[in-house]
């Protein structure tokens, strides 16, 4: 199951300049399953133009930063988690609520200024989902009884192709794959792609799982190759 948002070969490179039409969209953007970002770990992950850490405390608490350490443009989400704090993987500085620098271990007696701080975006978890938004939106996230978050994967085809796949319009689809009633919540990536959040029926069996992976990749497969055909 892997997160949302583009593999980095180079860690600290800077954010890609954003496509040409990406937008930051305004309400709550599916980036992830929260069983994906266990505790005490950080992943990237993509909310329109900008790239994400999302990662867990110790305690549990969900957060979603900037991708960039404000110290030499590390990504944080290459970073390492100790307790309530996230940490940069190059000089080992460390971040905590609100992504206020706390900790330069080069100077281990200096308070860092107010003004090391990394971005914060709003985040929340309803579903299983881990929903992200650049301003906190009115209302919480949507919430979807009787089922469960069950895996996420990355398209290579616009999210208009693949909603269109599924038999839909926008971003949140409830419909029947595999013979199973499900909700298949989009998220527009970058590059003209889109990752699929999958939420199954509660209580599946393992036989029903395995049915409904194998459509979905069938149809991540025929909405690529029809998007190759089209390119
Ligand atoms: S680049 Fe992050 S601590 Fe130096």
Redo the contacts with the bound molecule.
């Keep these: 199951m892997g997160m949302m948002g583009a593999a980095c070969s180079d860690p600290c490179a800077s954010a890609p300049t954003p496509d040409t039409g990406d937008t930051v969209p305004t309400d709550w953007t599916p980036a992830a399953l929260s069983d994906d970002i266990p505790v005490a770990s950080a992943a990237p992950g993509q909310l329109g133009p900008h790239d994400l850490a999302i990662w867990r405390s110790a305690s549990g608490r969900i957060a979603a930063w900037a991708d960039r350490?404000p110290?030499?443009?590390?990504r944080l989400s290459h970073g390492f988690v100790r307790g309530e704090r996230l940490s940069?993987i190059?000089?080992?500085?460390g971040y905590g609520e609100g992504g206020q620098c706390v900790r330069i271990p080069a100077h281990p007696e200096l308070t860092p200024p107010e003004a090391i701080r990394v971005p914060v975006f709003s985040v929340a978890e309803a579903s299983g989902v881990i929903w992200v938004a650049e301003e906190a939106p009115d209302g919480p996230p949507p919430e979807f009884p009787g089922v469960v978050a069950f895996r996420s994967l990355q398209v290579s085809a616009a999210p208009e192709a693949l909603a269109a796949a599924l038999g839909g319009t926008g971003t949140v689809i409830e419909t029947v794959l595999g013979g199973a009633q499900v909700v298949a919540l989009i998220q527009p990536l970058r590059g003209g792609a889109a990752g699929l959040h999958l939420l199954a029926p509660e209580g599946s069996d393992p036989a029903a799982l395995d049915a409904l992976s194998a459509e979905v990749e069938a149809l991540r497969r025929r909405v690529e190759a029809a998007e190759e055909m089209t390119a």
Excluded at 71 to 74: I, K, N, P, V
Excluded at 90 to 93: K, R, S, V
């Design positions: 350490c110290h030499r443009g590390m940069c190059y000089h080992g500085w």
